[in-house]
């Protein structure tokens, strides 16, 4: 086995690159608010552009202001190996998710560099724009459209709520790049921290990440008749709560018949009018479900549509049902998990293939190039919020992984 | 028996009254908008006013703008006979909710002074002020402070949305009296429509009040962990809205449990973050009991308590409930109760005994003095909406049942 074979990246450099990036947009409680083409957006954009200038990288933004930063192969010729993933936050966000990815990419490059390596392709670092999708909707916009899903026209012309569009926002902040070339891409990689629970619990260090669940977005509704909580005797009732209470326990039912690898939420609801002494006429709810196999996401949405009409049937209420968003399962490239794996296998980390359950830039990637993704645990499966954490080693574990997948698909 | 025991209204100018009154805020879709202490209530008073004096009534308004028109009695040492009910409306409310007790009123001492009847008792008729609650928090705060449930600042310092005081509104229409003397009243009897389904669905036209439901209201709420709907197994949620859904279906089990008298109400219900990818982690609701039994009350209570208990250590959620607010059951006089009921009886009219599982001035009323109510069925049980009706038949029913009763309280 080559020395290379066994390469790992510079812990220590790759935490203090992420402490650094993390005082852009800190905030009270440890945290970082980044907004998508905010100030402190364009500074992490600027300091990112630094490093991977410092390395010798040639930087390409498009026209959706994703940024790439190309380290050079041996031979330009070849479609490079593209890693990255997103440098924007949610408000009040973590300091890892997304930025954790890009400045993996940057350590790596940083790595080869210091062991003198130039593979044979050329390795770009891509920092997404618009990933969280908290600032523009929807999320994933930069790769999107640059993996031809959205056309730019949309991507531009996407506002935030103070009416601000994506386009002039990328000028404002100077990131407004030209085209938007086909993506050429030998293989891709994304590392990300896990945002969920089961790494950590597990007691291991690596998530490789086989494919992308399939989603279902549903918004349905039970309709009654509101009516005075104090002379509407019980049995003549048309309660739109009960309908919606026999809803959550029935979607329930549907994700507990799919554990491990499925997910059923009722994340939102609303009772009209919703005052405590009017029974309910109306119940709003959303369903989404997600799975990696499609034919089990079709059996979950016929047990949706049965339970709902027993429910609305027996409860003597209207009931609707509309599906509103749906993203088919993604498999990624077995090559490219293999690789992965392999690494994973090779550097002494533990494991475990998973199924990403979050959207990732890399999953539009995969569309056009084959492509994988690694997780790292975070404490307590918590993101979106200023608490995420993860453990010094377990980024380090990552990195090295990820150096590892490129480094062989690049060679 | 004598020609007054059979007396009834003139039933064309019970009507005519109430579609008069029914002009001053009317709405488009056939209902009314007059609330308390606004311009429209100020002339909805003013015409009641008028047509009080036109019979020879002595107005006298109180500190908190309740209005008492007194049609004198031969003796007038003796306590009164107090009728009537509240001129004010929900926003976008009915014609007949409230109005109709007081026109009532006036209509039945036009039908005595017709048939030259002068009781030995006086008898009032009340326009009180503020029943609603909608524009001024809490409900029934005229005849409350009134009868001594709230003192008189509290009642002039309730504010509507805009700030505005009850105090400067009532001095803005003119209708800010003086003093607010201990009621002496020898009994009193409201007449309103039920505001709920039961005579109608059972083809009667008088339900003879026989009490109050004591209520009890709680707010509560279930506390888990907001997690990622993509990232977070079934198996390790501990989801705020599977709480909700199976307070909901416990408290209706409750409500069932007490039937037909009881009743049992998840009204409004909030979910947070509220967001369709996010696994809930905190659940707030409401709960409202009635129940005309204090005992049972309890029994609910206890069995509310004992299942929320329950339900948050199974789907190991953190469970809170309060008791917000409480109210004990009325029982009316069965001296006035036996009126109302023996003149159903003997005018002929089909009739039932029942609970008013709604609010109204005359439960604090009952604190003070014999008090009874009566009923009268409104169209598929809908008030506090535009749509609210009730057919002429059962506007002259009720009012000759008023008329019989108030006559034979004040002979």
């Known amino acids: 086995m080559s020395a290379a074979a066994l390469l790992r990246v510079d812990r220590e450099r790759l935490w203090a690159s992420l402490m650094e990036m993390a005082r852009i947009g ?28 410092e390395l010798g990288c040639r930087i390409r933004i498009d026209a959706m202001g994703n940024i790439f930063a190309r380290y050079a192969g041996t031979d330009e010729t070849l479609a490079p190996v593209l890693t990255g993933s997103h440098g924007d936050s949610q408000p009040q966000g973590g300091r890892f998710d997304g930025i954790y990815g890009v400045l993996a990419g940057i350590e790596l490059l940083r790595s080869l560099r210091d062991a003198g390596i130039r593979p044979r392709r050329s390795i770009e670092v891509v920092n997404w724009t618009n990933e969280e999708g908290s600032r523009f909707a929807p999320a994933m916009i930069g790769s999107g459209v640059a993996c031809g899903v959205f056309d730019l026209e949309y991507g531009l012309s996407r506002t935030d709520r103070e009416g601000r569009s994506l386009g002039e926002e990328l000028q404002r902040i100077g990131y407004a790049g030209e085209g938007l070339p086909a993506l050429q891409v030998h293989a891709a990689f994304e590392l990300h921290i896990e945002q969920g629970p089961i790494l950590e619990a597990e007691g291991l260090t690596i998530g490789v990440v086989t494919g992308g669940q399939g989603q279902r977005w549903y918004e349905g509704q039970f309709i009654g008749q509101a009516a005075h909580a104090g002379t509407t005797p019980m049995e003549r009732r048309r309660d739109a709560s009960l309908g919606l209470a026999e809803l959550i326990l029935l979607v329930n039912r549907i994700g507990l018949g799919v554990a491990p690898d499925g997910r059923a939420t009722v994340g939102s609801a609303r009772l009209t009018p919703n005052s405590r002494n009017v029974v309910p006429g109306r119940a709003e709810f959303t369903v989404e479900f997600r799975h990696p196999d499609a034919d089990v996401l079709v059996e979950m949405d016929s047990r949706l549509r049965e339970g709902i009409r027993e429910i609305g049937a027996r409860l003597r209420l209207e009931a609707a049902l509309e599906q509103v968003f749906s993203y088919a399962p993604i498999a990624f490239a077995p090559h490219c998990v293999e690789r992965v794996r392999d690494a994973s296998e090779r550097l002494g980390y533990p494991y475990r293939h998973m199924i990403s359950g979050a959207g990732h830039d890399v999953l539009y990637v995969s569309r056009l190039a084959p492509s994988a993704m690694i997780f790292v645990p975070c404490v307590d499966g918590i993101s979106h919020n200023e608490a995420e954490d993860i453990h010094p080693e377990w980024a380090a574990a990552g990195a090295d992984v990820l150096l590892q997948a490129v480094l062989g698909a690049a060679a």
Chains 1, 2 share one sequence.
Do not use: Y
């Open 26 to 53: 800190a905030t009270a409680n440890g945290g970082v608010t980044r907004l998508a083409l905010s100030d402190e957006d364009k500074a992490g954009r600027d300091l990112f552009v630094r490093w991977a200038q």
